[in-house]
């Protein structure tokens, strides 16, 4: 499967954003998926996951902010980012999992990234 995610750009603080991970060779509904993130000079942090039940989870920094979806007919899974703050400023990816998706999750195939700038 390949990825693609989309949908990045400039908003201020307190903001929305709608990113978008298209997957083409495989149908989306049997993985797991995860959107992930990485800050300049900083690792590669879990914003949120979906397993293929349709299970969500979510960490602390994001949970209540970020929504995760997934369109099955568009082979597509979404990232809903509300309250956006500075400190989410970051390349955003979308991956498969090769977990579970939970508090652990890991990625397995990654998307190209989408760059997410939190600015006034």
């Known amino acids: 499967v390949q990825l693609q995610a989309s949908g990045g750009g400039l908003v201020q603080p307190g903001g929305s954003l709608r990113l978008s991970c298209a997957a083409s060779?495989?149908?989306?509904?049997?993985?797991?998926l995860g959107w992930f993130r990485q800050a300049p000079g900083k690792g590669r942090e879990g914003v949120g996951c979906?397993?293929?039940?349709?299970?969500?989870f979510y960490p602390d920094s994001t949970k209540g902010r970020f929504t995760i979806s997934r369109d099955n007919a568009k082979n597509s899974v979404y990232l809903e980012m509300n309250m956006l703050r500075p400190e989410d400023t970051a390349v955003y990816y979308c991956?498969?999992?090769?977990?579970?998706?939970?508090?652990?999750?890991?990625?397995?195939?990654w998307g190209k990234g989408t760059q997410v700038t939190v600015s006034s």
């Open positions: 991956a498969t999992l090769r977990s579970t998706c939970g508090r652990y999750y890991l990625g397995d195939t």
């Open positions: 060779g495989r149908d989306l509904d049997q993985y797991n």
């Open positions: 979906m397993g293929a039940n349709g299970a969500t």
